[in-house]
């Protein structure tokens, strides 16, 4: 049973920078979907940033709201998912979550994902 506790959210002014990371347990294989979604206040989940681990993998996915200001990484062990936020804005505002799965159709859709962390809050001011 996979599960995913991120950490490193906070208040920062805009223009300011965040590592968010995601500690990643329990997976039986090395070949998984990971991404990075936020929810703002009032508002829908989306997807942010997401990879893929396995053989052949290289494809990262970025919304392009944060394209050139966040990056999507994993250390080598591959068992922490980082997300780097550089540049914030007041709209970066929300609860991150980092998202698991093995198969993704879409993998900047919420509904690809079975397994979640329970969030970190980030508030830009």
Not at 18 to 47: H, V
Request: a neutral charge; one cysteine or more; charged letters at 20%.
């Amino acid at each position: 049973h996979v599960q995913l506790v991120e950490s490193g959210g906070g208040s920062v002014q805009a223009g300011g920078s965040l590592r968010l990371s995601c500690a990643i347990s329990g997976r039986s294989d090395e070949n998984y979907f990971l991404a990075w979604f936020r929810q703002p206040p009032g508002k829908e989940r989306e997807g942010v940033a997401a990879m893929y681990t396995g053989f052949g993998g290289g494809n990262i996915y970025y919304d392009d709201s944060v394209k050139g200001r966040f990056t999507i990484s994993q250390d080598n062990s591959k068992n922490t998912l980082f997300l780097q936020m550089n540049s914030l804005k007041p709209k970066d505002t929300a609860l991150y979550y980092c998202a698991a799965n093995t198969r993704c159709v879409a993998p900047m859709e919420d509904t690809s994902y079975d397994y979640w962390g329970q969030g970190t809050q980030v508030t830009v001011s």
